[in-house]
């Protein structure tokens, strides 16, 4: 059955998870910061709105997926922010990376005012997002994640409810945890076998066929081999979600010496003017500090 959707943030993920919502039926209602944004799926025939609180007035569900913490708190409770149009029984669905104790206030305080909240984070980037096969790990009360679901069938393939609020984003921060600290053990790696004057191609073919083989050695291992740091994912959004796992781990009083690591790794490319180049440059750093050159 169509359903009245709310959908504010139409960046690289949003425009193209909007636009499957819609292939699929459902009536869309947008927002974003700047117009031009909306003015894609404003051609598709769904109605634009300057003020996040009129496009969630619309709304059963509301769908959020902007750039961090603070631009979901901004979308949510400032001046003209969903929790000032949005109708009691309705759903507010985040799927940005955000921080997993924000999410679990930002749920406590939309309850107050009748609205369920689910986090929904997700993996598999702008051509899982174009696809609509994300991965999508989900946290909140299992009776609203049951109601959503047939939404998140648009977007997605491997979809899991995780648990509470804040567990999909607990999920999420895991999911960057295994990434960064694989993509740091493959630059270490194959930087291993550069100095040690054997050729690197067959190394890096010899692993994939053994336990070593990951999605990582596969894919960023050969950004790595190539030099070729087009993104892919940038090392800006990776740190961005590497600083929510240190501040996170901060608040639980637990140590990842490995993340921690990483995320000093990915402050030296932001310093070093690879902000928007693939998060597999962490080989630049590794190899820079055993001054490898090629
Ligand atoms: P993006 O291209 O920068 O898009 C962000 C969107 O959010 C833009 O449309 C922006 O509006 C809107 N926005 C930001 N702050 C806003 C505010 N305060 N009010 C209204 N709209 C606001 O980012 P993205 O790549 O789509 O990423 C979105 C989220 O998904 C991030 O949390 C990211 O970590 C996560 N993610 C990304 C990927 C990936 O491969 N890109 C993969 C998995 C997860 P304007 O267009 O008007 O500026």
């Known amino acids: 059955m169509a359903k009245n959707i709310g959908f504010i943030g139409l960046g690289i993920m949003g425009k193209p998870m909007a636009h499957n919502l819609h292939k699929a039926g459902h009536r869309l209602f947008v927002h974003a910061r700047r117009a031009e944004s909306m003015v894609p799926l404003a051609q598709l025939g769904c109605a634009s709105y300057a003020t996040a609180a009129e496009a969630a007035a619309q709304a059963d569900v509301i769908f959020i997926m902007v750039s961090d913490t603070h631009d979901v708190k901004q979308v949510l409770f400032a001046e003209g922010g969903v929790a000032q149009g949005a109708k009691p029984g309705s759903v507010v669905v985040d799927m940005s990376t955000i921080s997993p104790t924000a999410t679990r206030h930002y749920a406590a305080r939309l309850a107050e005012r009748g609205i369920a909240m689910l986090d929904a984070p997700v993996s598999g980037g ?45 999920a999420k921060a895991c999911n960057q945890i295994v990434v960064g600290v694989t993509i740091e053990a493959v630059a270490e790696a194959l ?41 892919g994912f940038k090392t800006k959004l990776h740190q961005k979600d590497m600083n929510i796992v240190m501040q996170t781990a901060q608040e639980l009083g637990l140590a990842l010496p490995a993340a921690a690591l990483v995320m000093q790794h990915m402050n030296a490319l932001m310093g070093t003017g690879d902000a928007e180049s693939d998060s597999a440059a962490v080989m630049k750093i590794v190899e820079r500090m055993s001054g490898v050159e090629r």
Request: aromatic residues 6%.
């Open 126 to 170: 702008d051509v899982g997002a174009i696809n609509g096969t994300l991965s999508i790990m989900v946290g909140g009360k299992p009776e609203v994640f049951e109601r959503v679901r047939p939404l998140f069938e648009c977007m997605g393939k491997n979809i899991v409810h995780i648990g509470d609020n804040g567990a999909g984003q607990v």
């Open 191 to 231: 930087t291993f076998a550069r100095k040690s004057g054997v050729d690197v191609a067959k190394v890096r073919e010899a692993l994939l066929g053994g336990f070593a083989a990951s999605r990582i050695l596969d894919v960023h291992g050969k950004r790595m081999l190539d030099n070729n740091y087009q993104p």
